[in-house]
């Protein structure tokens, strides 16, 4: 199985930019549908962004389409999430995901903080 270790967190100012990585380890995350989802405080957990094993297909959350990308290298066994235009509505514990099946994501990191002050 793989194993999923977020970074790139941390406070930010509305408007900024932040990018949050995730570290896969154990298997190649190549054989992998991989995501991002997110949970706020006091809310339930929510789908954020997803991309397809061969990265030619990738979805996203109506609230972060157009300013979020998610996008993969294979090669380093890493996923990215570039959040721009941030709001304070993003803040949220974000949580790499992968899946086998498509939209089954098994596999899950333990969670990095990203808040966004106004």
């Known amino acids: 199985q793989v194993q999923l270790v977020e970074s790139g967190g941390g406070l930010v100012q509305a408007g900024d930019s932040l990018r949050l990585s995730c570290a896969a380890s154990?298997?190649?995350?190549?054989?992998?549908?991989m995501g991002w989802f997110r949970q706020a405080p006091g809310k339930e957990r929510e789908f954020v962004a997803a991309?397809?094993?061969?990265?030619?297909?990738?979805s996203y959350a109506d609230s972060v389409k157009g300013r979020f990308t998610i996008s993969r290298d294979n090669a380093k066994n890493m996923v990215y999430l570039r959040m721009s235009s941030l709001k304070p509505e993003d803040t949220a514990v974000y949580y790499c995901?992968?899946?086998?099946?498509?939209?089954?994501?098994?596999?899950w990191g333990q969670g990095t903080q990203v808040t966004v002050s106004s």
């Open positions: 995901v992968a899946a086998i099946v498509p939209g089954e994501y098994l596999y």
């Open positions: 154990g298997r190649t995350i190549s054989t992998y549908g």
């Open positions: 991309l397809s094993r061969g990265g030619g297909s990738t």
